[in-house]
């Protein structure tokens, strides 16, 4: 099957960095983006960040300036480097891989990793 999988999630303090990372799970495929959505309870996903086969990079507002996405492969693993973390950022954090491009576009969600900011 084509699945991505994230691990590093956890416990950290407010001020303090954790990097969760995402790769295939199952068969290899190439992604035309990469990206990390976050989703608490009652919420809706919500993007923050995302990055694209030419190297662009969009990410939410509340993202900048504290947290980094990379593509270690350039086709489908990604890193979410995340610091100056506050309890507001506790969440479960989706790696998303996009496969195609345009209306065909298939979407593959990981099944999330925890992240949880307290003292």
């Known amino acids: 099957q084509v699945e991505v999988v994230e691990s590093g999630g956890g416990l950290v303090q407010p001020g303090g960095s954790l990097k969760v990372s995402c790769a295939p799970g199952g068969r290899d495929f190439d992604a035309s983006v990469m990206g990390w959505y976050r989703q608490t309870p009652g919420n809706e996903r919500e993007l923050v960040a995302q990055?694209?086969?030419?190297?662009?990079?969009e990410y939410a507002d509340f993202a900048k300036g504290r947290f980094t996405i990379a593509r270690g492969n350039g086709k489908n693993t990604a890193s979410l480097q995340m610091s100056s973390l506050k309890p507001d950022d506790t969440a479960v954090y989706y790696c998303?891989?996009?496969?195609?491009?345009?209306?065909?576009?298939?979407?593959?969600w990981g099944q999330g990793t925890w992240v949880n900011v307290s003292s």
């Open positions: 998303t891989a996009d496969i195609g491009d345009g209306p065909l576009t298939l979407r593959i």
């Open positions: 990055m694209f086969s030419d190297g662009r990079i």
